[in-house]
């Protein structure tokens, strides 16, 4: 079983920044894929961004080039670093795992998730 908490959501202006973290728990977090994925009101879940276990990287194309995933093995640690945030990111924002080394954008192949984290940008 593998636990997922997420932090560092919170409330900023267009243009500001923030870094998520996802703490994991379990031995299998440096052999796992991880993802973040975003749901906002009346919205479908959506990737975001996802890290394969030898770190190689996949965004969405709405976040490329503002957001930035890395993970940190020894920490057990994956985060999402989220630059220039516009009124449009606004959402609750999953982290997730999945049972295999290889990146996934698509969330029916992740097997365990966070509680999820608001992230709200006002304009």
């Known amino acids: 079983q593998v636990q997922l908490i997420e932090s560092g959501g919170g409330l900023v202006q267009a243009g500001d920044s923030l870094r998520l973290s996802c703490a994991a728990s379990?031995?299998?977090?440096?052999?796992?894929?991880m993802g973040w994925f975003r749901q906002a009101p009346g919205k479908e879940r959506e990737f975001v961004a996802t890290?394969?276990?030898?770190?190689?990287?996949a965004y969405a194309d709405s976040v490329k080039g503002r957001f930035t995933i890395s993970r940190d093995n020894a920490k057990n640690t994956v985060y999402l670093q989220m630059n220039s945030l516009k009124p449009e990111d606004t959402a609750v924002y999953y982290c997730?795992?999945?049972?295999?080394?290889?990146?996934?954008?698509?969330?029916?192949?992740?097997?365990?998730w966070g509680q999820g984290i608001q992230v709200t940008v006002s304009s």
């Open positions: 890290i394969s276990r030898d770190a190689s990287t």
């Open positions: 379990g031995r299998t977090f440096s052999s796992s894929a």
């Open positions: 997730a795992a999945r049972q295999g080394p290889t990146w996934s954008q698509n969330y029916r192949f992740y097997d365990y």
